[in-house]
């Protein structure tokens, strides 16, 4: 009776129980260290604005979660992030999944905040050299085409590995961006390294015509 009454539970409230994933980092500091010791121990360039940064960590640079945790929060019916990190071990490794984390401008991390993405009419860059454009009134933001497959591959990812929804829109634009850029030898090289550290892969960078499977 007991686990006749957890399923309805978390079918009322949108739990989903089942998942799948990485399993192998325990949780966003271990994350985090591998993030800057072994995948950009050289250094890189920030997702949204391309700003090229040396070895080690940088000011101004920290660490964007693609598909926000704020939703993942609100799917795991978590009341805060913290209450998240005590109770559920599935926020844990979603948290640390390095698929879903990339580089970023502090300043414009906090811009982007948990908008979801999308097209924006016109081209008002707020942050100087960066074509990155955000639509308070519509909640939305818009990133650079150069990154827009990346964003698209994570966020595809993250919605079938952990069962995480996306809005039909969303999910069809991100479609769309995949498509429309295709994975880097850099985007190939992070699946390469990321698959050596948490050993799964995302499969939308490896066939990118994957995402045709999809139905938002």
Not at 47 to 71: A, K, Q, T
Not at 179 to 197: F, H, K, V, Y
């Amino acid at each position: 009776m007991n686990s006749v009454r957890t399923f309805i539970v978390f079918v009322v409230f949108g739990c989903a129980p089942a998942w799948a994933g990485q399993e192998e980092i325990a949780d966003y500091r271990e994350a985090l260290e591998l993030f800057w010791s072994e995948l950009y121990v050289d250094g890189g360039e920030t997702l949204y604005c391309g700003r090229r940064f040396g070895r080690g960590r940088h000011d101004g640079i920290n660490v964007e979660h693609v598909l926000p945790m704020s939703w993942v929060m609100n799917e795991l019916c978590c009341d805060d992030r913290d209450g998240c990190r005590r109770r559920s071990r599935r926020f844990n490794t979603i948290e640390a999944d390095l698929h879903n984390l990339y580089p970023s401008l502090i300043e414009v991390n906090k811009a982007r905040g948990s908008f979801p993405f999308g097209d924006i009419k016109g081209e008002n860059h707020e942050f100087p050299g960066c074509d990155f454009e955000v639509d308070q009134r519509r909640r939305r933001v818009e990133p650079r085409p150069a990154s827009r497959g990346e964003v698209a591959r994570s966020m595809l990812y993250m919605h079938e590995s952990y069962d995480i929804p996306l809005f039909t829109r969303l999910g069809i634009t991100l479609k769309r961006w995949s498509r429309s850029d295709p994975p880097s030898a850099e985007e190939r090289r992070r699946n390469d390294l990321i698959g050596a550290l948490q050993g799964n892969r995302n499969r939308f960078i490896d066939d990118p015509r994957a995402v045709d499977e999809l139905w938002f």
